[in-house]
């Protein structure tokens, strides 16, 4: 694992690419966040539990997920290196969530608490100002998902998604790939030998 400053400096980049921060309050943010290591296949969070917690990703990857009643994931979205997030719906309602987080590769990462991560939004109006833009990235991105799930046939959301993004084609598993497309193993297969 890096060092503990190490991982802070990436997080510290990662705020200051976002949003404008005055040194201090960059300083207050970061040691509110506690780094821990999670294996892969660790569960971070399950259906039903409430969500308090919030991520950034140093190294590794995370993913937020659901189960359809017939018992297939359907995977929502991939935190890659180094990037934030967490199960946003029930991180802000703090209500159970329908959807589990986990660790698809060993993950360092990054940890503040719910009761934390909104104190710092009431002391620090670019702590606010920062949320706002992820929530925004965040309602953007989902958007965008489900227009591209209503409107675009499966190889071009594969294609899409190659172009966009390969390192996340190339870093998940066929299974997990095929959840996030919306496919089936088979035909992504067959995508990719096309």
């Not at 694992?1 to 309050?25: I, Q």
């Not at 207050?28 to 780094?35: C, E, G, N, T, V």
């Not at 969530?97 to 660790?103: G, Q, R």
């Not at 104190?119 to 949320?131: N, S």
Request: net charge positive; aromatic share 12%; charged share 25%.
């Amino acid at each position: 694992m890096y060092g503990e400053h190490f991982l802070k400096k990436n997080l510290e980049y990662l705020l200051k690419a976002v949003s404008p921060f005055d040194p201090k309050n960059v300083e207050r943010i970061i040691a509110a966040f506690h780094p821990r290591v999670v294996k892969k296949n660790q569960v971070l969070l399950s259906a039903g539990e409430v969500c308090n917690e919030f991520y950034f990703v140093n190294k590794g990857c995370l993913r937020t997920y659901f189960i359809t009643k017939q018992g297939h994931e359907k995977t929502r979205y991939i935190i890659l290196d180094p990037s934030i997030g967490t199960a946003f719906t029930s991180f802000i309602s703090q209500k159970p969530s329908f959807e589990y987080v986990d660790a698809i590769e060993k993950t360092e990462l990054l940890v503040i608490k719910h009761t934390d991560f909104y104190r710092l939004a009431k002391e620090i109006p670019q702590w606010k100002d920062f949320y706002i833009k992820i929530l925004e990235m965040a309602y953007s991105f989902q958007n965008t998902k489900i227009e591209t799930l209503v409107t675009l046939t499966a190889k071009q959301r594969y294609d899409l998604l190659y172009k966009e993004n390969p390192k996340l084609v190339k870093r998940l598993s066929n299974k997990m790939l095929a959840s996030y497309l919306d496919i089936t193993q088979e035909t992504l297969s067959r995508l990719k030998s096309a």
